[in-house]
């Protein structure tokens, strides 16, 4: 009898096996949750990554297009330029057959007085021959110049042609760079107001959740937390409190992300204030290094809670851009924060 209760009692102690299968089905899950997130971040990154190549694509075949535009527009100034100088040609021609012809008519007149006068008929004729030299001269010149003045004209007829199909082109292609430019700025408008819409959405669920904390305003399209939510004086290590703050901004970011395509490229800059009182600590040589580390601590912190990193920006101001200029305790509180901002990457 005593040994069958001995028998039992250790028996009823042996929890092990069980344990080790909880253990196993617990880690299967989270293999099995974290395959899921990186399928996830892969397709996402894709899908990013197609967008981008569209919009290079894009900028490429406008700068192509500026391109043929300037080659056309000086092939333009080459035709109007040799235009000009076939005109000047064409009018020396012109004032040059004008001279001819009065020295045609110069020469019949002498003819005719030669025929008139009676008394030197001989000094007549030799004039008239010499004149009808000179006029059939003329006429060879005159023809010669017609057939130039006409190759002139059919060239200048080519080069107008040709400006006007150059000038059409030109036309065709600023239609082209208007048309895609104006594409580009709705594309980029679109995405502004819909980066819009959601960040008033963010700001208010956040607003919702956080209530109206005394140390927490909102300042333009941020966010602003006083440092003594997070910090301790002089520290840069999350304290609880912050660390619940956090947890309630993880959570509005994480229902965010769902909502938000994936072509927008947004991010939640997260920037560290301090005051203008100098901190010189081994692990802190100046106030950069500290509101840097306060806002690194946070992006780090929202890691953990699953916001990816490309989604987060750190970045540290020191006592340099500060909201209250004044030498005061008061201005000192107000200048220590940490600030968020949700805008475009």
């Known amino acids: 009898m005593a040994y069958a209760r001995g028998r039992r ?31 996830g ?3 996402l990154s894709q899908e990013v990554t197609g967008k981008d190549e569209a919009l290079n694509r894009l900028n490429s075949q406008i700068e192509e297009l500026s391109q043929l535009l300037a080659l056309e527009r000086g092939n333009n100034r080459n035709a109007q330029d040799q235009l000009a100088l076939l005109s000047d040609s064409l009018g020396k021609a012109e004032g040059e057959k004008t001279r001819l012809q009065g020295l045609l008519d110069t020469a019949q007149g002498s003819a005719a007085n030669a025929a008139a ?9 030799a004039r008239l021959i010499d004149q009808k030299r000179i006029s059939d001269q003329a006429m060879a010149q005159i023809e010669l110049l017609n057939q130039q003045i006409a190759a002139l004209r059919r060239q200048i007829g080519a080069l107008e042609e040709a400006l006007n199909a150059s000038e059409k082109r030109d036309q065709e292609s600023q239609t082209k760079i208007a048309d895609l430019g104006s594409r580009l700025n709705i594309a980029l408008a679109q995405r502004v107001q819909e980066l819009s819409r959601y960040r008033s959405d963010f700001f208010g669920r956040l ?14 399209d941020r966010f602003v937390f006083q440092s003594e939510v997070f910090f301790a004086p002089g520290q840069a290590t999350l304290q609880p409190e912050g660390k619940a703050e956090m947890d309630k901004l993880a959570s509005v970011l994480l229902d965010l992300e769902k909502q938000i395509p994936t072509d927008i490229p947004w991010v ?3 920037d560290g204030h301090t005051d203008n009182r100098p901190i010189k600590s081994p692990q802190f040589p100046s106030n950069w290094e500290l509101s840097a580390s306060r806002a690194i601590a946070v992006v780090q912190y929202l890691i953990t809670k699953g916001i990816p990193a490309e989604r987060l920006v750190a970045a540290g101001f020191g006592e340099f851009q500060p909201i209250d200029p004044t030498d005061s305790d008061e201005a000192r509180s107000k200048n220590r924060r940490i600030e968020m901002k949700l805008t475009e990457r």
Do not use: H
Request: aromatic letters at 12%; hydrophobic letters at 50%; zero cysteines.
């Open 207 to 220: 607003r919702e959740i956080l209530g109206n904390r005394p140390d927490v305003r909102i300042v333009g």
């Open 117 to 125: 006068a009676g008394g030197a008929l001989t000094e007549a004729q």
């Open 268 to 270: 939640l800059r997260v």
């Open 41 to 43: 971040q892969f397709f």
């Open 9 to 39: 009692r250790s028996e009823g102690l042996n929890y092990w096996p069980g344990f080790v299968d909880a253990l196993s089905t617990l880690l299967l899950s989270i293999i099995f949750i974290l395959s899921i997130f990186v399928l």
